[in-house]
């Protein structure tokens, strides 16, 4: 019981800390389901009051008339390659970095780190002129390519702390066995490396989903290979008309990553931690 007491200011401390942070979710949800007059004369915890006054006009806006479908298959086709390559291209320099041997390594990687404070806005124009001169501006092509050069730095350096983790005698053996490099990272890294790929990949794939300024700039603004970020950016005409259908359009943004990261909320934290924090 003196535990018990001891703890209870901390489990109160946590419980209004989270309760804080779900309250703008909470707020976005109930004003998704508020006509314009409500919410443009009182807040949304009003809404509960008699007479309560409800609506499902604002989805049925964005979900019919404002090609909301295409841009959600537009968000898939841009985020599901701008997540795999990355991760994919970072896991083969990340075993190179961990355990392999080779000049310049340490510099090479410490090059590699110190791209993680270069902002992201000095690359826009470069990109953009070499895409254009490529003649892939527009096209997911471009957006991948953004992408995966931004998501590098960061996913090389988490996968290679994690990597350097994984015990040193479980190569010992394998290579006195004969395996080969491949080997080496197809049969030991990947599989036993899940937690931090997990991790890594809920972030890139956050990222990529949310992005507005990337897709603006290598896509420009098309609508046929728009994402969602684009399409309810210009819900709000240039008078300010339609800006209750940002609330409903955000909530169904807001979906698939909830479900994606409640799915793999396990991984998360244990490959954040042993990824960035032990090395």
């Known amino acids: 019981m003196p535990r018990l007491m001891r703890r ?3 489990h109160f401390l946590l419980i209004a800390i989270c309760l804080v942070w779900i309250m703008p979710t909470t707020g976005l949800l109930v004003s998704s389901f508020r006509p314009a007059s409500a919410v443009a004369t009182s807040g949304w915890w009003t809404a509960f ?15 019919s008339r404002r090609n909301m479908d295409i841009s959600f298959l537009n968000s898939l086709m841009i985020t599901i390659p701008a997540t795999v390559l990355p991760i994919m291209l970072a896991a083969y320099a990340a075993f190179a970095f961990a ?35 490529l003649g892939i501006s527009g096209t997911f092509l471009a957006i991948w390519l953004a992408h995966t050069g931004f998501g590098l730095p960061f996913a090389i350096y988490l996968l ?21 490099a491949f080997t080496l990272f197809y049969r030991l890294t990947l599989p036993t490396s899940m937690p931090a790929i997990a991790s890594l990949a809920i972030f890139q794939f956050m990222w990529v989903w949310n992005d507005l300024l990337a897709a603006l700039i290598f896509l420009g603004g098309r609508r046929a290979v728009a994402p969602m ?51």
């Open 160 to 180: 290679r702390n994690f990597f350097a983790q994984l015990p040193r005698e479980m190569f010992e053996a394998a290579s006195l066995d004969g395996a080969s």
């Open 8 to 10: 209870l200011p901390l």
């Open 49 to 63: 009051q008699s007479p309560m006054d409800f609506t499902l006009e604002n989805y049925e806006q964005v979900l």
């Open 229 to 279: 970020t684009v399409t309810i950016s210009n819900l709000v005409s240039s008078q300010g008309e339609g800006w209750q259908l940002l609330t409903s359009a955000a909530f169904i943004s807001m979906l698939l990553p909830l479900a994606i990261y409640f799915s793999m909320q396990r991984y998360f934290v244990n490959g954040i931690l042993t990824g960035s924090i032990k090395g």
């Open 99 to 133: 355990w392999m041997r080779f000049p310049g390594r340490d510099v090479l990687f410490t090059l590699v780190v110190g791209l993680l404070i270069v902002p992201l806005q000095m690359t826009l124009v470069p990109l953009l002129k070499l895409f254009n001169a």
